[in-house]
């Protein structure tokens, strides 16, 4: 029974919980990161209806973001194979829910997570696309509706 509890311990050891998954992801040399603070993006929204579209897009579903983190990852990089790991590791997490996801194979795919919120809205959005050469990966830190996540219908 001990030896049960020792050898169910080590296997935990070696994996990482879903929430600190990016966090590792950004530690890793030659990928690229951005963030958009609150203030730029609700100086774009408050400028009017004009200013908040772009074709193909309701930037005012952001309007409850306070921050969007975008995390770049190409082959040239040589972090590639790195991040897929901590991505496997993400995926089968349960603290985020998996609100959409198209896939045509194992490293092609879209997905769209977040945490569901009592009032039916989701929280920290994270969008992940997901090809051979290439990892996208948006943090939409705030909060959306099902309805504003129709803005990521084009992707």
Request: charge should be neutral; include cysteine; hydrophobic fraction near 40%.
């Given at each position: 029974m001990t030896?049960?509890?020792?050898m169910m311990?080590?296997?935990?050891c070696?994996?990482l919980?879903?929430?600190a998954?990016l966090?590792e992801?950004?530690?890793?040399?030659?990928?690229?990161?951005?963030h958009?603070?609150?203030s730029?993006?609700?100086?774009?929204?408050?400028?009017?209806t004009?200013?908040?579209?772009?074709?193909?897009?309701?930037?005012?579903?952001?309007?409850?973001?306070?921050?969007?983190?975008?995390?770049t990852?190409?082959?040239?990089?040589g972090?590639?194979?790195?991040v897929?790991?901590?991505?496997?590791?993400?995926?089968?997490?349960?603290?985020?829910?998996?609100?959409?996801?198209?896939?045509?194979?194992?490293?092609?795919?879209?997905?769209?997570y977040?945490i569901?919120?009592?009032?039916?809205?989701?929280?920290?959005?994270?969008?992940?696309?997901?090809?051979?050469?290439?990892?996208?990966?948006?943090?939409?830190?705030?909060?959306?509706?099902?309805?504003?996540?129709?803005?990521?219908?084009?992707?």
């Amino acid at each position: 029974m001990t030896l049960c509890s020792v050898m169910m311990l080590c296997a935990s050891c070696g994996s990482l919980q879903q929430t600190a998954v990016l966090d590792e992801i950004r530690k890793i040399d030659n990928i690229s990161t951005y963030h958009v603070p609150v203030s730029p993006l609700g100086t774009l929204l408050n400028l009017g209806t004009k200013a908040a579209k772009v074709p193909g897009f309701d930037l005012t579903a952001l309007n409850n973001v306070k921050s969007i983190d975008v995390i770049t990852v190409n082959r040239q990089s040589g972090a590639l194979n790195k991040v897929h790991g901590l991505l496997e590791q993400f995926y089968k997490g349960k603290t985020f829910e998996l609100i959409f996801q198209t896939k045509e194979n194992q490293r092609k795919n879209v997905s769209i997570y977040g945490i569901q919120l009592s009032s039916g809205e989701y929280s920290n959005i994270i969008v992940i696309n997901e090809t051979d050469n290439e990892i996208n990966i948006v943090e939409l830190k705030g909060t959306l509706s099902l309805y504003d996540l129709k803005l990521f219908d084009k992707l």
